[in-house]
């Protein structure tokens, strides 16, 4: 608005107003690990994903991470404080999605993803990716999935006992 102490023959032009649109742009992230070097088949193997944000806007919708578990692998659970997490099968593959309202610039809490390595799974190497999204128009989509290879061994305990009868004699 402009003023002055001289007389303004049209003061319908002293007021101008404008919209202006703010665009909102993250970059989500995420990273897929777990501790053991070789796990063995017919043990659990637990996950840690962990997605952030690196911003420069808060993500104001829901953010989804979403992992199809590969064959050679069985769902048993998934949680992190913040996230709802559920398994549903998908054209036969068991599909985890976490989601949570909002994420503001910064890493999330951790998702803890606990799988059942199959008997029969190994020796071999098993890729799992896990993909993150929201509805917030994303900076760098090329960190936006991660894959863990797990390399699964076999180990067996095998024993052999023989006994021989004898004859008893009378």
Request: one cysteine or more; charged letters at 20%.
């Amino acid at each position: 608005r402009v003023e002055s102490d001289t007389t303004d023959p049209d003061p319908s032009n002293n007021d101008s107003r404008a919209a202006v649109g703010i665009d909102q742009l993250v970059d989500l992230s995420i990273t897929k690990t777990h501790d053991d070097a070789t796990v063995v088949a017919g043990e659990p193997l637990d996950f840690t994903l962990a997605v952030a944000n690196a911003g420069p806007s808060d993500e104001l919708g829901t953010v989804t991470v979403t992992d199809t578990i590969p064959d050679g692998m069985s769902y048993v659970g998934a949680a992190g404080s913040g996230w709802d997490c559920a398994m549903a099968e998908v054209a036969g593959d068991e599909v985890v999605t976490c989601t949570r309202d909002g994420l503001a610039v910064g890493p999330a809490p951790d998702i803890t993803l606990t799988v059942d390595i199959l008997p029969d799974a190994g020796p071999g190497t098993l890729p799992n990716t896990a993909v993150v999204a929201g509805p917030t128009a994303d900076s760098d989509e090329t960190n936006n999935s991660a894959t863990d290879e797990v390399v699964v061994g076999d180990v067996a305990d095998l024993a052999i006992v023989k006994t021989v009868g004898v004859p008893a004699t009378v």
